[in-house]
């Protein structure tokens, strides 16, 4: 399964940490073609105490905890894997792999912040040429 490109994947987390969650998940299914989950805040009877999110498949949606769970983009991120897998008809797939899936656009943000931060301190503070 292709994933998105760095540069899309770090839109997808600045997007959720600027709360554009419902926007971002929208992009996100754009590219793999398909509906995007549906999210509320609220709890699914047997996960109230040990999960911050939960997909559940018959409803198309993703249920968090509270309204800051909204905004993080590991755990939306993470949730969104098990939709993809649920609507694709490949075998729902397991936590590790929603968390690889969620870490690499993590770290996909993570290198595009610090790559526009040294450029912006390049730009800051220009070497000087001695003669």
């Known amino acids: 399964m292709a994933e998105p490109d760095p540069m899309l994947q770090a839109r997808i987390v600045y997007m959720i940490l600027n709360r554009r969650t419902e926007e ?12 995007p989950p549906r999210i509320t805040v609220g709890t699914v009877k047997g996960k109230r105490r040990t999960a911050y999110a939960v997909y559940v498949t018959r409803e198309n949606k993703i249920y968090a905890m509270n309204s800051e769970i909204l905004y993080n983009p590991f755990v939306i991120i993470h949730e969104f894997y098990h939709h993809l897998r649920s609507r694709s008809g490949v075998h729902k797939g397991t936590e590790k792999k929603a968390d690889s899936y969620a870490r690499s656009f993590i770290e996909s943000y993570t290198s595009v912040v610090k790559a526009a931060k040294s450029r912006t301190e390049a730009v800051k503070s220009p070497k000087t040429v001695s003669k």
């Open 24 to 35: 971002a998940l929208q992009l996100l299914s754009n590219f793999y073609h398909l509906k």
